[in-house]
């Protein structure tokens, strides 16, 4: 990827590599941070070297131009944590890449559209469903609606336009995606502030990697921090009946309705942290989320955990223990590491993945299957 603002945008952290030269640095660096353990393989799984996210965030800067105009442009921090006002991003994707001139170039010429507005930022599906959020430091009246709707049918895109306790959604608050997953067809929604994979294809290639790792079981699967459903649903297909629980309304909102649009039957989603799962499972609280749902109906022999970068706090490490098999993808190797210490001296690492999600950057996520020894 030859990018103009390598070496200048703190978004790329590793500019002075090639694709694979960041990879295999980042790979490197994660097998030795994990060589204690006994790791029987590592498999890789790849990024498109440009335009792979599909979730972008970008600054309003406002400046003048050489005739003293004023002007504004997208902005990301440099390496200095100023402002560097940019043209274009490489890694978006592709209809992220072309709308952001478009768009920018309608606001740049109307005054109640750009007048305060401070952040940008896009949410785009494979199935080129776009949703796009202004934000801005001012409320927004009704003028600004009907320019905003105008633009949102002119470019056939969502668009909603936000303020300080205000959230103005045009038309929808969501986009719709289409995942194909094993060469079977999965239907999503992604709301606007709920959390969402940022690399597709990478997100695709996760979740047929966990699927590849597990044979179809007639026992259940439990899963923590399930969020929108993302490998819940996908996940059913291996197992009797699935218990998931999210601390957030907005992603269990999300996973009921992308339950719904896959016809799946099989899920009970529950809204409560994994602390307070682990609570109600040991009966030592009863909660009234839990009032339909017989914790002791299931049959559990499989946990999903993909928790946030602090990893798992010490009880649900110990109740992850308690399963005969445990899937864990990570976003920080540094918890993961901790964690593993833990968990395996009770189980084996079988398998063990690395995941590029964030090309050109530090960043690298991790999936690992154990089993009990």
């Given at each position: 990827m030859n990018c103009e603002y390598f070496g200048k945008c703190g978004s790329c952290t590793l500019y002075d590599k090639n694709y694979e030269e960041q990879l295999e640095y980042k790979v490197q660096r994660e097998k030795q941070k994990f060589s204690q353990f006994d790791i029987p393989n590592?498999?890789?799984?790849?990024?498109?070297?440009?335009?792979?996210?599909?979730?972008?965030?970008?600054?309003?800067?406002?400046?003048?131009?050489n005739e003293n105009n004023p002007t504004i442009s997208y902005a990301m921090n440099d390496f200095n944590k100023n402002a560097l006002e940019i043209e274009s991003c490489q890694i978006v994707s592709k209809d992220i890449a072309c709308l952001m001139p478009k768009l920018l170039e309608k606001?740049?010429?109307?005054?109640?559209?750009?007048?305060?507005?401070?952040?940008c930022e896009f949410l785009n599906s494979t199935t080129n469903d776009m949703l796009v959020t202004l934000i801005y430091h001012r409320k927004l009246e009704e003028n600004w609606i009907e320019?905003?709707?105008?633009?949102?049918?002119?470019?056939?895109i969502k668009i909603i336009g936000r303020s300080r306790k205000q959230k103005e959604i045009l038309s929808k608050d969501f986009i719709e995606e289409t995942l194909e997953i094993e060469e079977k067809k999965f239907r999503f929604q992604y709301k606007e502030g709920g959390f969402t994979q940022p690399n597709t294809k990478v997100n695709i290639k996760m979740i047929e990697w966990v699927?590849?790792?597990?044979?179809?079981?007639?026992?259940?699967?439990?899963?923590?921090?399930?969020?929108g459903g993302n490998f819940t649903i996908p996940l059913s297909q291996k197992f009797n009946k699935v218990l998931a629980t999210e601390i957030s309304k907005t992603s269990i909102k999300s996973a009921?309705?992308?339950?719904?649009?896959?016809?799946?039957?099989?899920?009970?989603?529950?809204?409560?942290?994994?602390?307070?799962?682990?609570?109600?499972?040991?009966?030592?609280?009863e909660f009234n989320r839990l009032?339909?749902?017989?914790?002791?109906?299931?049959?559990?022999?499989?946990?999903?955990?993909?928790?946030?970068?602090?990893?798992?706090?010490?009880?649900?490490?110990?109740?992850?223990?308690?399963?005969?098999?445990?899937?864990?993808?990570?976003?920080?190797?540094e918890t993961l590491h901790r964690d593993l210490e833990e968990l395996t001296k009770t189980h084996k690492i079988i398998n063990f993945a690395l995941f590029d999600q964030f090309s050109y950057t530090e960043h690298i996520e991790s999936g690992v299957i154990l089993k009990r020894l």
């Open positions: 590592i498999d890789i799984i790849k990024s498109e070297e440009q335009n792979f996210r599909t979730r972008a965030e970008f600054r309003i800067w406002k400046n003048f131009d606001i740049q010429n109307d005054e109640e559209l750009k007048f305060k507005l401070f952040a320019k905003a709707k105008s633009i949102e049918k002119e470019f056939g699927l590849g790792q597990i044979e179809k079981s007639d026992k259940d699967l439990c899963e923590l921090y399930c969020g009921l309705t992308n339950c719904s649009l896959n016809s799946i039957s099989n899920i009970d989603f529950i809204r409560m942290s994994a602390e307070e799962f682990v609570e109600a499972l040991e009966e030592k609280r009032k339909d749902i017989d914790l002791k109906s299931y049959n559990f022999e499989t946990i999903f955990v993909d928790p946030p970068r602090a990893g798992l706090d010490d009880t649900t490490r110990a109740l992850s223990k308690e399963f005969d098999t445990i899937i864990y993808i990570s976003c920080n190797p």
